[in-house]
């Protein structure tokens, strides 16, 4: 049983807006991103998941229950996007508040509340008043708050945009943490570069319909492309590739010239790409140097998430 399944979810706002006719499964135990320009229908969508929002038409269960039901809420865990605490608390406070409306007990809660602290890495920083905490603190206290009842779900709207290149990889972290003990994350996030590092699986949304569910690399098709960077005096630009016969069936696709590497020799890239099946990189290597050409890096290449969740849009 999957852990989000939703089957024609509808919201619309007076018939307008909204999301449409989305069905998604989310298996347990992975960490799955949702994908779209603004105004897609991501926010109305994880609103509907969380009950927040009640549908136009469709179905959603979550953990196998259906998402009216209350009960199944305390096994979620929410982390909104615009999230605005209260800032005269301290952490701790803030902590047990939300913990109250989980309806934990007050053993729980002490158990919990260092335990969530630790894992978010604000270990020493509970006392302090929200007001005081940076806006990547407050972005942690907040993450904290929805790990609160130990969740088999959690959904995360946007959990690094105010955090630094080392609190993100922290986040990174944790989330394949929380994946390693079975639990699903459900990530919203435009950061695709860090989608494309956590996630198993993503779904592409586009003004409220939904275009791809599955694992990102799928869209990719077949590798069919080889990236080569060689010093940038080894020939003249544009690199004339039919002056080498053995790599018939190869086209140099593109030719980009790069800062120098530490040796301060100016570098070129060259991307090959195949007409028919797999790059074949011994043959490429073989004929390079056979035509004395100095190469510095060769590494077959797959489009970037970015590269195909912008074609992805534009096709859609
Ligand atoms: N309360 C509302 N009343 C009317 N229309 C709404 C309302 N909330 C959202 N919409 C519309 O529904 C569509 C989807 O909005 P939604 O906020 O779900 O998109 P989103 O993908 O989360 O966008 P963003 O990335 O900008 O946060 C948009 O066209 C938006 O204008």
Redesign the pocket.
Known sequence: MPAIETIGLTKT??G????RDISLAVPRGSIFGLL??????????VKMLVGLLKPTAGEAYLLGRPVEEVAVRKRIGFLP?AFRYHDWLSGEELLRFHASLYGLSAQETSARLPVVLEMVGLGEQGRKRVGEYSKGMQQRIGLACALLPDPELIFLDEPTSALDPIGRKEVRDLLVQLRAQGKTVFLNS?LLSELETVCDRIAI?KQ?RLLFQGDWRELAGPLRQARVVVNADCCRTPFDLARIPALSGVSLTRETPLSAGLDKTPRTEWVFTWEEGTPDIPRLVEALVHSGIPIHEVAPLAGSLEELFLETIADG
Do not use: D, F, M
Not at 16 to 19: A, I, M, Q
Not at 36 to 45: D, E, R, V, Y
């Open positions: 706002y007076q307008r807006g909204g999301c779209g320009p603004n105004g897609a229908g991501k926010s109305t969508l996007e435009h949304i409220g």
